[in-house]
């Protein structure tokens, strides 16, 4: 193969961001070429360069600037590697150099503005604005959480250094300039992106609206026509290539497909995308087809390749989100909760999103419903239900409540276990959870009086006497529709709460009684009720007709409260 063949070999893989094939390629093309190359030596500068191996290509770009020192793309390259070296001084010089050459190089500023902003933060205080970098205490799990610096985290050696820095930034500043990893987590925690230096491949891709694209397209004409000379054609390796250009051109036309809900086609031509150029978009599309068509299993093998792929190429990380949202989608269709649970977490973690949280929620309770579902047994629970009696009589009361827990867990339904657990947490003096379970044992059975006994008693202890007589006038209205049989418990425990209600406060006359009382909300709006009003007026002339009006359960509530302040007296 002559040099230009080899030379168009190492532009496709590296389109392809087959990086060690096209540094291959390129040397190979650097071999058979009759005389040297500059571009060659550009090109493998760049692929070495998206590799992080900084010193060769800073020395292909001294080759290429030796060999044509004329041209500002390849002190671009010098620049780019200075700077993954953290050689800042260098690759400032090196971008200053290109803008010497060609004023309005894009590429040349923007390395120079990174080259810069990075000087300037170093040389802000003594320790070069490390204090004030390195003063976040999660310093270290954020940087194993974030993408771009997470594998960087799983050398030990390095951590060290990392802590060493934070204990003293001044003393241990200057191991910056020899190690060019912590080059790369200090930019990224400044928002630079090393693996997007001026002149690489980008890390990942998005597409462009036609807005954007038009913008682009006009700019790179408006630069075209500026240019004094046009540029030789694939003169240096350039990521808006035909690659790209015919990888989209396949995924368009698998959209289409795509939306006739022609999936098979759709998948085919998606792969073709892929093959053509490396964008684990087209892995996400392909597993959307897949999804659509029904085939998950395939489904959950595209997603996962493009998380395998996207992590290699450094993709970016809202991509490899979608793909593990979708894979949580698809394992939600198999009916496996758990996988997408963590499918769905994963995907938050990268890029966090409100579909995708709810999504998380709602599988997350639907698993546990079933979970509980699934552990309903009630033999099992009526085992609980004596070990809870058990406990209960030997005043036992933690482990009854345990016990009487473990029986709702395994009959959730049954009214008895809320409130047998309701009468142990009495006994441990925690009322407000007592009540809680009495109302639910009245949720799921509204005839259990026992439940509302209980309640009455544990609101009585707390002294919501209003809250005590309501529930009491509730089950007595409840148990005269069953025959009455509690009548008597639940008058006597009405009795006993209008009694502490409306008890003498100790050092307290019966006229002083007689007045507070007297001023109580509930008795004035009881006096105030005409129709009461009228009720009581009979009965001062005719007590036997009280009798009769006390048939009226809220005439009868009325009365009885009454009667228990004392303003009615019954002898």
């Given at each position: 193969m002559s040099a230009d063949e080899y030379k168009a070999e190492g532009n496709k893989h590296f389109a392809a961001k087959e990086f060690d094939k096209a540094i291959d390629a390129f040397t190979k093309a650097i071999d058979a070429s009759a005389t040297p190359n500059h571009v060659l030596y550009s090109n493998r500068s760049a692929a070495e360069a998206s590799l992080k191996q900084f010193d060769k290509a800073l020395a292909d770009a001294k080759e290429c600037v030796k060999i044509n020192p004329t041209w500002a793309k390849g002190y671009n390259?010098?620049?780019?590697?200075?700077?993954?070296?953290?050689?800042?001084?260098?690759?400032?010089?090196?971008?200053?150099?290109?803008?010497?050459?060609?004023?309005?190089?894009?590429?040349?500023?923007?390395?120079?503005?990174?080259?810069s902003h990075l000087i300037e933060a170093r040389n802000a205080t003594p320790d070069m604005g490390l204090g004030a970098i390195f003063s976040d205490p999660n310093l270290i799990e954020n940087l194993k959480a974030n993408p771009k610096t997470s594998k960087l985290m799983e050398d030990p050696e390095l951590v060290a250094k990392l802590q060493q820095i934070q204990a003293n930034p001044k003393?241990?500043?200057?191991?910056?300039?020899?190690?060019?990893?912590?080059?790369?987590?200090?930019?990224?925690?400044?928002?630079?992106?090393?693996?997007?230096?001026?002149?690489?491949?980008?890390?990942?891709f998005e597409e462009k609206t036609k807005a954007e694209a038009d913008a682009a397209q006009a700019e790179a004409k408006t630069a075209k026509a500026k240019e004094p000379e046009p540029a030789a054609k694939d003169e240096d390796v350039e990521m808006t290539d035909a690659a790209k250009v015919e990888a989209d051109k396949y995924k368009a036309e698998?959209?289409?497909?795509?939306?006739?809900?022609?999936?098979?086609?759709?998948?085919?031509?998606?792969?073709?995308?892929?093959?053509?150029y490396k964008d684990i978009t087209y892995?996400?599309?392909?597993?959307?087809?897949?999804?659509?068509?029904g085939d998950y299993d395939a489904a959950i093998a595209t997603c996962e390749k493009a998380i395998d792929e996207?992590?290699?190429?450094?993709?970016?990380?809202?991509?490899?989100?979608?793909?593990?949202?979708?894979?949580?989608?698809?394992?939600?269709?198999?009916?496996?909760?758990?996988?997408?649970i963590k499918a769905f977490d994963k995907s938050l973690t990268e890029h966090r999103t409100p579909d995708v949280l709810n999504k998380l929620r709602a599988t997350q309770k639907e698993l546990?419903?079933?979970?509980?579902?699934?552990?309903?047994?009630?033999?099992?629970?009526?085992?609980?239900?004596?070990?809870?009696?058990?406990?209960?009589?030997?005043?036992?009361?933690?482990?009854?409540?345990?016990?009487?827990?473990?029986?709702?867990?395994?009959?959730?339904?049954?009214?008895?276990?809320y409130s047998n657990r309701a009468a142990a947490l009495a006994k441990l003096l925690s009322f407000p959870d007592a009540v809680e379970d009495c109302n639910k044992a009245i949720e799921k059975d509204p005839d259990f009086i026992r439940a509302y006994i209980r309640k009455a008693n544990a609101q009585l202890m707390m002294k919501e006497y209003s809250q005590v007589m309501e529930t009491l006038a509730t089950a007595r209205e409840r148990d005269q529709a069953l025959g009455g049989k509690n009548a008597a418990e639940i008058d006597q425990l009405y009795n006993k709460a209008a009694a502490q209600r409306f008890q003498n406060i100790e050092g307290e006359t019966p006229e002083q009684t007689m007045e507070r009382v007297s001023k109580d909300p509930e008795i004035v709006k009881i006096l105030q009720d005409p129709v009461m009003q009228s009720i009581l007026g009979q009965a001062r002339d005719n007590p036997a007709a009280l009798q009769e009006h006390m048939k009226n359960p809220d005439v009868a509530k009325k009365v009885n409260m009454l009667i228990a302040a004392g303003v009615i007296r019954t002898r």
């Open positions: 390259r010098v620049g780019a590697a200075e700077l993954g070296l953290g050689n800042l001084e260098d690759a400032k010089s090196a971008y200053q150099k290109a803008l010497e050459i060609e004023p309005t190089n894009a590429m040349a500023k923007e390395g120079l503005d990174q080259a003393a241990n500043a200057t191991q910056f300039l020899t190690d060019p990893r912590l080059m790369s987590i200090m930019a990224a925690m400044m928002g630079i992106d090393l693996d997007n230096l001026p002149d690489q491949p980008p890390a990942g698998a959209n289409t497909l795509y939306k006739q809900r022609k999936f098979d086609d759709a998948i085919d031509l998606y792969n073709k995308a892929w093959e053509t892995l996400n599309n392909r597993s959307a087809a897949e999804y659509e068509k996207g992590r290699e190429m450094r993709a970016d990380y809202k991509l490899i989100a979608k793909a593990f949202a979708r894979l949580g989608n698809t394992y939600l269709k198999k009916d496996d909760l758990e996988s997408a546990k419903k079933r979970e509980a579902d699934a552990y309903v047994d009630p033999e099992k629970a009526e085992e609980a239900r004596l070990q809870g009696k058990d406990y209960f009589e030997k005043q036992d009361w933690p482990n009854a409540v345990k016990a009487y827990t473990e029986m709702i867990k395994r009959a959730p339904e049954d009214a008895r276990g």
